[in-house]
């Protein structure tokens, strides 16, 4: 895959780097490009210092007529964003379906996930809560010196990161705006960001998006026990999606083989750890609060998977009824749990997310709310 060097000079952004290499999608021919762009970090363990953040682009060749938009991909709160949004499953791509229906998208992973930087505390196994420690062998190692109890990365240096690669997004396409697609914590993220900068984003989509009604304003205190990053095994991941399972054949087995070995591919050195594991930050997370959800205008779509049990469909609900713009739609999706774009009734929330792209609307409606799939 050649690789070229490109200098960006912007407020948080010193440079990137790109690569690229062809992908198919279904009969459609699409171009997967690697991104990196550099951030001045405020996050405790690193501040001061240039982390990369990776983005994925997936997007047409290139071509006479201008892209539709463009979109960017916000992820949650374990699973990196090329592992969630660009599985290797062929046509389980949500990215790669709004590709091929003429949008340049994007991915990023967030400082500690994926192949974006990880802060050295990440490569000590010492840093993870006891239980998880047990997972990979060390409980009982008397060498562990963890570091004091608090969580890796605030919500703030999240949203600089999102501006720091919209910034680079609108200069690399010439655009005003960018379109913002979050799943899970990637809620918070992407919600809380568009409530900062609500004139660089153009539409919201957000799948099982982790609002409630009791977040802080500010920084909460943390418990004693709050640690720095945590873990997730095959087993644990398997058990989190089949508790959340409701319907015959909900998903596909080779689906859950394909997530998870992506999962592995994108953290060398948890696949390491006991039978393989992911690692992620612990995050703060504060400030989209009810307040401020109530004062959003940007047209945002919602979606609930009907049986998901991490983000229940009446916190969703919750989002809706609170959210101040007059342009928002609320899905609730049949026969799908937390991970519905890896689900067989994903069609549905693919082709609304096209049409609310499109024109701001799902089934021709502006706002209200849609059961889907059932």
């Given at each position: 895959?050649?690789?070229?060097?490109?200098?960006?000079?912007?407020?948080?952004?010193?440079?990137?780097?790109?690569?690229?290499?062809?992908?198919?999608?279904?009969?459609?021919?699409?171009?997967?490009?690697?991104?990196?762009?550099?951030?001045?970090?405020?996050?405790?363990?690193?501040?001061?210092?240039?982390?990369?953040?990776?983005?994925?682009?997936?997007?047409?060749?290139?071509?006479a007529d201008a892209p539709k938009g463009v979109v960017l991909f916000v992820h949650g709160a374990g699973t990196p964003a090329a592992v969630a949004f660009?599985?290797?499953?062929?046509?389980?791509?949500?990215?790669?379906?709004?590709?091929?229906?003429?949008?340049?998208?994007?991915?990023?992973?967030?400082?500690?996930?994926?192949?974006?930087?990880?802060?050295?505390?990440?490569?000590?196994?010492?840093?993870?809560?006891?239980?998880?420690?047990?997972?990979?062998?060390?409980?009982?190692?008397?060498?562990?010196?963890?570091?004091?109890?608090?969580?890796?990365?605030?919500?703030?240096?999240?949203?600089?990161?999102?501006?720091?690669?919209?910034?680079?997004?609108?200069?690399?396409?010439?655009?005003?705006?960018?379109?913002?697609?979050?799943?899970?914590?990637?809620?918070?993220?992407?919600?809380?960001?568009?409530?900062?900068?609500?004139?660089?984003?153009?539409r919201l989509i957000m799948l099982a998006p982790a609002y409630t009604r009791a977040m802080p304003a500010t920084a909460p205190k943390l418990p004693a026990?709050?640690?720095?990053?945590?873990?997730?095994?095959?087993?644990?991941?398997?058990?989190?999606?089949?508790?959340?399972?409701?319907?015959?054949?909900?998903?596909?087995?080779?689906?859950?083989?394909?997530?998870?070995?992506?999962?592995?591919?994108?953290?060398?050195?948890?696949?390491?750890?006991?039978?393989?594991?992911?690692?992620?930050?612990?995050?703060?997370?504060?400030?989209?609060?009810?307040?401020?959800?109530?004062?959003?205008?940007?047209?945002?779509?919602?979606?609930?998977?009907?049986?998901?049990k991490q983000v229940v469909p009446e916190r969703v609900e919750h989002l809706y009824n609170d959210l101040g713009s007059s342009r928002k739609v609320f899905?609730?999706?049949?026969?799908?749990?937390?991970?519905?774009?890896?689900?067989?009734?994903?069609?549905?929330?693919?082709?609304?997310?096209?049409?609310?792209?499109?024109?701001?609307?799902?089934?021709?409606?502006?706002?209200?709310?849609?059961?889907?799939?059932?």
């Amino acid at each position: 895959m050649k690789r070229v060097n490109v200098i960006a000079v912007l407020s948080l952004v010193v440079g990137a780097t790109v690569g690229g290499c062809a992908h198919q999608q279904g009969s459609e021919q699409l171009v997967a490009t690697d991104h990196y762009v550099n951030v001045r970090s405020s996050i405790p363990e690193i501040a001061g210092q240039n982390t990369r953040i990776y983005v994925r682009e997936r997007s047409r060749p290139a071509r006479a007529d201008a892209p539709k938009g463009v979109v960017l991909f916000v992820h949650g709160a374990g699973t990196p964003a090329a592992v969630a949004f660009d599985t290797s499953r062929p046509d389980y791509s949500w990215m790669a379906y709004l590709a091929a229906a003429g949008y340049d998208t994007f991915a990023m992973d967030q400082t500690g996930y994926g192949r974006s930087t990880r802060p050295a505390a990440m490569e000590d196994p010492c840093n993870l809560p006891p239980k998880q420690r047990a997972e990979i062998g060390r409980a009982g190692d008397a060498s562990c010196k963890p570091m004091p109890p608090r969580h890796l990365t605030p919500i703030t240096s999240e949203w600089e990161e999102i501006d720091a690669v919209v910034e680079y997004l609108k200069k690399l396409r010439g655009v005003k705006r960018v379109s913002l697609v979050a799943w899970s914590r990637g809620g918070p993220r992407a919600g809380g960001y568009a409530a900062l900068h609500p004139d660089k984003v153009e539409r919201l989509i957000m799948l099982a998006p982790a609002y409630t009604r009791a977040m802080p304003a500010t920084a909460p205190k943390l418990p004693a026990s709050a640690t720095l990053m945590n873990i997730q095994s095959r087993a644990s991941f398997i058990a989190n999606w089949d508790r959340q399972v409701g319907c015959a054949d909900q998903y596909e087995a080779a689906t859950l083989d394909a997530v998870w070995s992506d999962m592995l591919s994108s953290d060398p050195v948890g696949s390491k750890w006991g039978s393989g594991v992911r690692r992620a930050p612990n995050t703060t997370v504060w400030g989209w609060t009810t307040a401020v959800v109530g004062k959003s205008q940007t047209p945002t779509l919602m979606v609930a998977g009907e049986h998901d049990k991490q983000v229940v469909p009446e916190r969703v609900e919750h989002l809706y009824n609170d959210l101040g713009s007059s342009r928002k739609v609320f899905i609730q999706l049949a026969c799908s749990s937390h991970n519905a774009m890896w689900e067989v009734n994903r069609a549905h929330l693919f082709r609304a997310s096209l049409e609310w792209l499109n024109s701001g609307t799902v089934n021709g409606k502006q706002t209200g709310m849609l059961r889907l799939g059932y």
